[in-house]
């Protein structure tokens, strides 16, 4: 069984550049969520995608944005970076059962965005 | 809105000690996680926690809930080295994970 993998591991951007970042969802899951984490905080809720639609946001502005894929992986693009982008993402894959049931997320290694 | 709390937020203590780090959380929710986080990696789980008075053990660690009192525990028997690692608190919302701020445990030999 192949656990969550995100692409790239490291990414170094400007600022006001724009970039997307990767991640496959472990088999079987059809819900994909994407944290922030900030250098020593703890992750912090981006968005979350079930079945390609967005099923609940977190307190990020609409530069942010996600897609998710009909084989359950998903993008997370942001335009117009800032220096304060810069932080470690965490994207997590779960199952997702009847409706409102929401599982255990397994979480990737991570992307390392740097925003100079 | 949930939130949760840890402390301590900072831990050092020694090899062969024991102790206990506390998370409180706001409001009532299906499930507690406790996560490790090495430096520069993800995020491991650890233990999952449904129902009031639930009590898991790994090793040198053991986790418990009690709902009532909105209150989990994490603790260390008998520390050693490799324990060395953030450790969150986590509360599952209706779609997302919410996090407390971690307790950065170092254990000197």
């Known amino acids: 069984e192949t656990g969550v993998t995100q692409s790239p591991t490291h990414l170094i951007k400007t600022r006001g550049q724009q970039v997307t970042l990767r991640c496959s969802s472990q088999?079987?899951?059809?819900?994909v969520s994407w944290y922030q984490q900030a250098l020593g905080q703890g992750p912090q809720f981006i968005f979350q995608?079930?079945?390609?639609?967005?099923?609940g946001r977190g307190n990020f502005p609409p530069r942010f944005s996600g897609l998710q894929f009909p084989n359950y992986s998903s993008e997370l693009n942001v335009n117009a970076l800032e220096l304060d982008d810069s932080a470690l993402y965490l994207c997590?894959?779960?199952?997702?059962?009847?409706?409102?049931?929401?599982?255990?997320?397994?979480f990737g290694p991570g992307t390392r965005l740097t925003v100079t | 809105e949930l939130k949760v709390e840890q402390n301590p937020l900072f831990l050092s203590m020694q090899e062969g000690k024991n102790y206990t780090i506390y998370c409180n959380y706001s409001?009532?929710?299906?499930?507690l996680y406790w996560y490790r986080q090495d430096p520069g990696k993800s995020l491991e789980s650890l233990f999952v926690?449904?129902?009031?008075?639930a009590v898991k053990q790994e090793g040198r660690l053991m986790a418990s809930l009690d709902t009532k009192a909105r209150l989990s525990t994490l603790h260390i028997t008998a520390a050693v080295h490799d324990l060395s690692a953030t450790y969150f608190c986590?509360?599952?919302?209706?779609?997302?994970?919410?996090f407390g701020q971690g307790t950065r445990l170092t254990i000197n030999p």
């Open positions: 997590a894959s779960s199952p997702k059962g009847r409706q409102g049931a929401t599982y255990e997320q397994y």
């Open positions: 088999s079987g899951h059809n819900t």
């Open positions: 995608y079930y079945r390609e639609e967005e099923n």
């Open positions: 409001t009532t929710s299906d499930r």
């Open positions: 926690l449904l129902s009031n008075g």
């Open positions: 986590v509360r599952q919302g209706a779609q997302k994970l919410v």
